[in-house]
């Protein structure tokens, strides 16, 4: 059998992705093209006529470690010729308690189980479920609200929009989510003193039906990398402690280094916080394969253990603790033990705070910031044409304009953002900082354009 695949020219890969694929948060009516992408190595992609492009998003952030790494293709292959799936109900693998093994070691305190799923959204789900079930089967059923936070995203999921639907993503589902209270994040309009209020009120007023407070810890990624304090988490995670409520971590974007520690619950521990339950997925096989997993504590765990089948987690997926996937996140993990990786973190941080001043006083830009391997800041525009939501035109220009300059970015709104892989060359995130003093060049010309001219 001839197993040789086929080759796509430029233009043959365009005419097969109009004519059959929808793309995931595109508007296909009138996004542009997509880019034709055939091979990645490192922090470049290829696209079909050879030219290279910085992935300075990591792919939707979950490419950590760089594009075909070879310590983890090479795990992959050697566990396909071994075990390449088994379900996991009833039946373990080595992989799977190895890598639980090492996660449980990794994790702050006081995780002590793993739970595997398929992806970020599909963990929350996970989390959530644990959190009503928790109480239910402690013989408290009237808890079964949910706080989140402000402008949080968790997933697409119905569970997960539920908790994220104050992001704005998911009006059309509005009718068919379960109701969350949300609280302030305690950045942009309002203070963390108001934030913990707002939380402070919500426990004292409901605290006999709440299960459980969600958030992102330290960074909230799709609303536009709004920042937290730890400090600030560790306060929200003390007060729900007090008052009787689990604490879920979303650390899908956060976790496996990109907020400059393993997990952003380590910094939260320094100031006395911790969860109940942490959901990981993204980094966690270092974008190679999907996969995901919802930590949590002995004490939940063992609310689940009894006679009765009906107090066990039925919940599964066909492809949960896929072996491949666990192989890939051992590798992605042990590259972690590699110094060269954190030392890469480092200079990738340092990068980022060099250009920290020049970006704050630069015209165009507000409010530029960083937190571990995250840059982002915001481009001002004065022309209300532009638009500054998720897929606005001003939006799509950002990302259009870096493209031709030979980076790939998302833009969440008129907020940009680098996540770089940890493996990027100094001069290849040295060369975007430069990237971006010319189209922010270009941006000035177009947000301040001559009288009676349209833009956009």
Known sequence: MNLAKKQLSHAELLELDSRYCWHPFTQMQTAAPPLPVVRGQGEF??????????????????????????????????????????????????????LAEKLIQHAPAPMAKVFYSDNGSTAIEVALKMAFQYWQNKGIANKKRIIALDGGYHGDTFGAMATGKSSGFYDPFAPWLFKVDFIPTGVCACTEEEALAALDQLLADGAREIAALVLEPLIQGASGMRFTRPAHVAELCKRCEAAGVLVIFDEVFTGFGRTGTLFAAEQVAQFGGQADIVCISKGLTGGFMPMAATLTSQAVYDAFLSNNVGHALLHGHSYTANPLGCAAALASMALFDDESTWANIRKIEATHQRWLPALACHPLIENPRVCGTVAA????????????????????????????????????????????????????????????????????????????????
């Open 45 to 98: 992609l290829f696209d079909a006529q050879g030219n290279k492009y910085f992935d300075a998003v990591s792919s939707w952030w979950v490419n950590i470690h760089g594009h075909s790494n070879p310590v983890i293709a090479q795990a992959i292959s050697n566990q396909a010729l071994e075990l390449e799936h088994v379900m996991f109900a009833g039946v373990t693998h080595p992989p799977a308690a190895l």
């Open 377 to 456: 800041f915001e481009l001002k525009s004065s022309h209300s044409q532009c638009g500054s939501g998720y897929g606005s035109s001003a939006s799509q220009w950002i990302r259009q304009t870096f493209l031709e300059l030979g980076i790939v970015v998302r833009p969440l709104g008129s907020t940009v953002y680098w996540v770089p892989p940890y493996c990027t060359a100094p001069e290849t995130l040295e060369n975007a900082y430069q990237t971006l003093i010319n189209v922010l060049q270009r941006w000035g010309s177009l947000i301040a354009p001559s009288p009676g001219s349209e833009l956009f």
